[in-house]
Every structure is written in C-alpha cells, then in structure tokens.
C-alpha cells in the first residue's frame, strides 16, 4: 500500500540523518513540535473559507555554524476549510466544513543573526514537499451536495481516492524564528509553487482547473539540545 511505503520512507529517512550526524563532520540537534495553521484555498472553481488547524512534527538538524542551521522535519497537519454549496442547484447556498490531512517535508536553511547563550532570533527559506491532496466533506450526510459555482460533487473533492494516487506537490516556505532555552517558536507562511488542482479527477467545458494554495503556520518546539552546545 502507498501509506505504508510512505511510513516505511520516512522511517529511512531519520534512521540516515541519524547515521549522518554520526559520521559527519557537522554537528546537529533533533526535536518535536506542535502548530497552528490557517489554510487558505485560491482555485478558480471553489468559494471557500479558511479555518484553524493544527500540525505535529519531527525535526533533524544539521548546525553548521553560528549562523547557519538546516532543518528537515516530517510533520502531519490537518488543515480545515469551508466550501459553499448546496443540496441541489434550487437549493439555498450553505458552508460546508473540509478537511485537508497532509504529510510534509520541510527543508529549511535558517540564519541566525542574533545568536547569544540564551536567545537566538533567525529568518529561514526553503522548500517544503507536501504529499496528499484530499479534501473530505465532515458531514457523510451531506455527500451528494455540490459546490459553488459550477455545482462540482463534494465527492470530486477526494483528488488522491478519485485518481488512486498519492499527490506531491512542492512550496515555497519563508519564516522568521525565535529560540530560547531549548524551546523554538516559528512563524512561517507557504505558498504553493506547484498547481494542487492540475490533476482533479473532473472535466468541465466551463474552466480548467487551477489554483494556488497557502497557509500560515505557528509552531512551538522543543530542542533537545540547546544550539551553541551542538556546534
């Protein structure tokens, strides 16, 4: 199954990031996390609303300098959306509440430019890899409804069930970031590089799908190294 050759990669990947601090010459860290994010829908065929979710993670470090820190986590969030639609194309227009569970690859460079024993204060970039794109009705009920304006079926929404394949798509993370005493708070904004919706499993003669998505995310980590002593 996919999912399990998902869980089996990501079990690779830390068991080699472990190997890598082992035998590098660079020093590193490792952590776990909690967030809060905000998704936010931008396709040419939805009228949608964004909602608080939230994210756990894993991170690997690699320190190679006072300055200079790269992060690569493996994190799940659960993102939540409202769609409008409706029960009919007569019917009264409504929200109907999504869901988005995601797994993602952060890999982000982080520059410190205020780095004393306690605090450490850091802008960051890079790109962050998402896999899955499912977006699922929370009302079973109401799975026959169809959204705004072009009367899609919630059911379309469902892009990986409907192909019967794992989605990727790639985006651009950017952040500012705050550490002290072990503990790191970041603020991050992603914006997708690649189209989430060039692959819907519908036709329309009306529109070609497209879209760009993007989502704030705060999140509050724990260390279990302090910086300066990884160096």
Do not use: C
Not at 6 to 16: G, R, T
Not at 86 to 105: G, Q, T, V
Not at 159 to 176: C, M, Y
Request: hydrophobic content about 40%; overall charge negative; proline content about 4%.
């Amino acid at each position: 199954m996919p999912a399990n050759n998902f869980f089996k990669s990501l079990i690779l990947f830390f068991s080699l990031i472990t190997v890598n601090h082992s035998y590098s010459q660079f020093d590193g860290r490792f952590g776990v996390g909690i967030s809060g994010n905000n998704y936010v829908t931008d396709a040419n065929f939805l009228l949608s609303k964004s909602k608080l979710g939230f994210g756990v993670s894993l991170i690997g470090t690699t320190v190679f300098s006072d300055h200079f820190e790269l992060f690569v986590e493996m994190n799940y969030s659960r993102n939540n959306m409202s769609f409008i639609g409706r029960e009919s194309e007569l019917s009264n227009p409504e929200e109907l509440n999504f869901h988005l569970d995601k797994f993602n690859i952060p890999i982000i460079l982080n520059y410190t430019y205020l780095n004393t024993k306690d605090l450490a204060l850091g802008i960051e970039m890079g790109p962050t890899i998402s896999i899955l794109n499912n977006f699922v009705l929370n009302d079973d009920e109401k799975s026959n409804y169809l959204l705004d304006p072009y009367y899609i079926r919630t059911e379309w929404m469902e892009f990986d069930s409907q192909n019967e394949k794992i989605s990727l798509n790639v985006f651009g993370t950017v952040g500012l970031s705050a550490e002290y005493n072990q503990f790191l708070v970041n603020l991050r904004y992603n914006l997708s590089i690649t189209d989430p919706y060039r692959k819907v499993p519908f036709y329309s003669p009306y529109f070609t799908p497209s879209g760009k998505d993007s989502y704030f995310a705060l999140s509050l980590t724990y260390m279990f190294e302090e910086k300066y002593k990884a160096i």
